[in-house]
């Protein structure tokens, strides 16, 4: 019998760690450290470190065998960079040594040479551009004249050259100026009918009030967690890459372009993460790379671990965000127009600009619909460090501003907060975003009842204003108290064009032995312990007999990340699907069966790609939030005296797992609301809403609703406007101050 030529299928050499990349070691590991540029411009000639002991190496974009770059989308970053820097603290070369502290004093000490070129050429042009270069000529001392009065002639002579700046040979130096990489302009109603002059004219002229304000959420990531960084290893020719990656397919393609390694010989052991905002993509690729490079040059094993003040200047999630509203209401709080700006600054690169761009456009209006809107959503470069997508977290800064915003027309308005919200979710002809089996409003209401926010909310806002109206010193009052409510929504499948697919596929099989396979992602142990649930109850099988396969050839690893598949909202009810077909199938056919189910094509086409219009996403998790405040006046100290959430998240799977999720995700939040605090909060009240929808996630739902109803709380307390998170202590002092100079 003739053998088969099929080639055995190759199984991706991608593993689950149980720990964080700092976690491991092995014998004689070497310390490695990134050497970074000095300057956010410039022509790199060359990198030296002066008196380098013996048993410590240095490896450069020079020493890379293949690829010097990783490229996604289009955007093309160096794994090391050369020739032309792009900003401050690029890193340019890799120092490998047996001691950590020896390592971190060499890259001090390293000698980065940059092309002298364009000096030179722009001394040149000053002569030539400066009518003073003849006096300048005439009054340079020669070797006898020394005088005093010589020097300082030539000193004023050089201060009167125009700037280096005006006279640079550009085409010696590397320039990047701003440039849009990613835009989105929305428009509806007369903005869409009239030209924006005759549309703002007509709009904003004719209602009682114009309510504008900026906003600015920064998103931070806390002290306490570990890192960036990874561990590596060779193991004979193969190579072993300890790393938080959530895109293993990306991660394991540039290793091998780089190495020239056999993708068979790479494997990834993908690590925990401490990061409450996930990453795990872009720029975790990069630094797993520089540390794989020096492993498997060396053949020894390597870690490197940012320091955190690296973390904190090039490492920081998501991107910086100004948001701009323009409101038109009417005295009912009927927003009749709304404008929106979002201005984004990707950093020097970013390959997901035009996603967040999209994504922060569609989430800037939240649930709230106008007859006439505007959005106009830009993302431009600059020569600040690169940023990445956070991609369950891409919506807050939206969130924040338009919540706040919300709590602003209330404010001027008059109008209690739910009561301006409830208005504003009545449904508009031709409004461009539609939410499906939407449960917004009860979860609003249950959460103001939970709360009793209406009844606190009159009683502060009316403190409030008797402080300021008494005038009186706000430096020796009692505690401030606030109240602020705000409402969000966190999203499974993405329709929109994407980096990626969000559409996972997944393969149930009912073996003969009736054991059930299930062939999908890689998950935490909880979403694991649901799919077996899920699968048990239709199978009618003991949840033993569920297993979780995630191996998967080289040819099949899903090239999405796993953050990029909705565990629970989307994975979930494809093996449903899969198991009830399964179930039908079972008594009048022979075992094994398999079933394959993705994302419908009807699914997907309630979203105009074309048009940007339509149902934005598959499902959507509800989130209402209420946040009680108390300020000390003296020590500037922030108290938190009640949390009050309602969540709509569809069908419960497991109700202990998800309110552990949520109080997990409280705590960490209460970390990133004031700079270099810890809030402290009396206590937290969870509720979930009863609901038929189908189940959706319940992750990120409170990063995105807890920073708008805190600084709305304590906007409250202070009788002022909090338009940027995290706060400052100076930040409270000068609007306490400020509020009090008004008065006077």
């Known amino acids: 019998m003739a053998k088969s030529t099929k080639a055995p299928k190759i199984v991706t050499r991608s593993l689950d760690a149980k720990g964080f990349y700092s976690d491991f070691s092995k014998e004689g590991m070497l310390y490695a450290a990134l050497i970074r540029s000095p300057a956010n411009t410039g022509i790199v000639k060359d990198i030296k470190i002066p008196d380098m002991p013996e048993g410590y190496s240095l490896f ?31 890193p340019l070369g890799i120092i490998v040594g047996p001691d950590e502290l020896e390592i971190k004093e060499l890259t001090d000490r390293a000698a980065i040479y940059f092309d002298i070129q364009n000096l030179e050429s722009a001394l040149t042009n000053v002569m030539k551009s400066s009518s003073k270069n003849k006096i300048l000529s005439e009054k340079l001392p020669s070797p006898a004249q020394d005088s005093l009065s010589d020097l300082d002639n030539l000193a004023t002579s050089l201060n009167e050259l125009p700037s280096l700046d005006s006279v640079i040979d550009n085409k010696n130096q590397n320039t990047q100026a701003e440039k849009v990489v990613g835009e989105r302009i929305i428009s509806s109603g007369s903005f869409k009918e009239l030209s924006q002059e005759e549309a703002d004219k007509e709009l904003f002229e004719s209602e009682k009030y114009v309510i504008e304000e900026s906003w600015s959420q920064t998103i931070v990531n806390p002290k306490w967690q570990e890192p960036s960084g990874a561990f590596c290893y060779t193991e004979g020719e193969k190579l ?58 060396l053949k ?104 706040n915003q919300i709590q602003k027309i209330s404010n001027i308005t008059g109008i209690f907060p739910d009561d301006v919200r409830t208005i504003n979710l009545e449904k508009v002809k031709d409004f461009p975003f539609e939410f499906e089996d939407s449960n917004i409003l009860e979860v609003i209401q249950n959460t103001v ?22 005038g009186q010193e706000p430096f020796f009052a009692f505690p401030l108290r606030g109240i602020g409510l705000s409402c969000a929504y966190n999203n499974s499948g993405y329709h929109g064009i994407s980096s990626f697919s969000y559409y996972p596929k997944i393969e149930v099989t009912l073996l003969p032995d009736e054991k059930v396979s299930i062939h999908t992602i890689q998950t935490s142990n909880v979403n694991q312990d649901i799919w077996r649930t899920t699968a048990s109850k239709i199978l009618e099988l003991p949840k033993t007999n569920v297993q979780i396969d995630s191996n998967f050839t080289l040819e099949e ?30 008594f009048h056919q022979p075992l094994p069966i398999t079933s394959k189910k993705s ?61 552990r999720t949520v109080r997990l995700e409280v705590q960490k939040e209460l970390s990133l609301l004031v700079q270099g605090k810890n809030v402290t909060c009396d206590e937290v009240f969870i509720q979930f809403i009863p609901s038929k929808n189908a189940a959706g996630q319940v992750g990120e739902l409170v990063h995105n609703s807890l920073p708008a109803a805190f600084a709305s709380a304590l906007s409250s307390a202070l009788a002022t406007q909090v338009t940027k998170l995290p706060c400052t202590e100076r930040q409270l002092y000068t609007l306490i101050k400020q509020r009090g100079e008004v008065n006077q």
């Open 599 to 659: 994302v419908s094509a009807s699914a997907k086409n309630k979203w105009n790609k074309d048009n940007f219009c339509g149902t934005p996403f598959m499902s959507s998790s509800l989130i209402s939030c209420v946040t009680e405040v108390e300020l000390d006046p003296y020590t500037y100290n922030e108290k938190i005296r009640g949390i009050w959430l309602s969540i709509d998240c569809g069908e419960i799977l497991d109700e202990a797992a998800a309110l």
């Open 557 to 586: 690893m899903p090239k999405s990340p796993e953050d990029s598949f909705s565990t629970i909202g989307i994975i979930n009810q494809l093996i449903k699907k899969c198991c009830l077909e399964i179930q039908k199938k079972r």
């Open 60 to 90: 450069t974009a020079k020493d890379i065998p293949g690829s010097k770059i990783m490229e996604f989308n289009n955007t093309v970053t160096k794994i090391l960079g050369y020739k032309n820097v792009n900003y401050t603290g690029e």
């Open 449 to 470: 009842r939970m709360s009793d926010f209406n009844r606190k909310y009159a009683s502060f806002h009316m403190d409030s204003i008797d402080r300021v109206e008494q």
């Open 240 to 297: 072993h890459v300890y790393a938080p990656t959530k895109w293993t397919f990306f991660l394991q393609k540039v290793l091998s372009e780089a190495l020239n390694l056999n993708p068979e010989l790479i494997f990834i052991h993908k690590t925990k993460t401490s990061s409450l905002y996930s990453d795990g993509l872009w720029r975790t690729t990069q630094i797993a790379v520089q540390t794989a490079l020096a492993s498997y040059l």
């Open 300 to 403: 020894k094993p390597v870690k490197l671990m940012l320091s955190q003040s690296e973390q904190e200047e090039f490492m920081g999630p998501g991107v910086k965000t100004d948001i701009t509203y323009k409101a038109a209401v009417n005295e009912e709080g009927r927003i009749k127009a709304l404008k929106v700006n979002i201005a984004i600054d990707v950093g020097s690169e970013n390959p997901f600009a035009q996603e967040i761009t999209d994504r922060l456009a569609i989430a800037s209006v939240n649930f709230y619909k106008t007859k006439n809107l505007y959005i106009k959503a830009q993302a431009k470069t600059s020569k600040n460090p690169p940023t990445t997508i956070s991609i369950k977290g891409v919506d807050s800064q939206s969130f924040f501003a338009i919540e």
